[in-house]
């Protein structure tokens, strides 16, 4: 079974549990937090995720913040995540078919329909290995061994 880690700040706390009461029957879903709408700081929640993804401890991650980019952004501190901000199903094909995107963020405001587009998308679209975009992700990935 494909496993699933899945976080959000406060603003997309309420999408988080929709998606996850829509996916729990299909995948093995791990919930990062956070557990109410009470105000939190994204980044806490996108390190966890990044940690679980960068770990392997699950298969994909999905990040939901108020506007998606500040969790994407934060995730993308964690080495070995390759986290894309999407806002359709095809830019969730691009980004696993040429990036190998190993998380996916959107907006809190996503409404839940496209969510599950853009993830059922996500999941079911393996990388490409095409010459051209492993050497892009290469390139990524020996600049972040050089930084740390």
Known sequence: MIKIGIAS????????GQIIDRL????????CGTYSEESVDYPDYAFKLGNLVADKDVDFGIAICGSGIGISIAC???KGVRCAKVSTPEEA?????????????????????NALKIIDKFIN??????????????KITRYEEEQC
């Open 93 to 113: 094909e691009i980004t696993r078919n040429d990036n190998d995107a190993n998380i996916v963020a959107f907006s809190a405001s996503t409404s839940l329909d």
């Open 9 to 16: 700040d406060h603003r997309g706390y309420i999408l988080k």
């Open 125 to 138: 679209t393996p990388f490409s290995n095409e010459e051209r975009h492993q050497r892009r992700i290469d």
């Open 24 to 31: 729990m029957s299909k995948y093995d879903i791990t919930d």
């Open 76 to 78: 993308n501190k964690v």
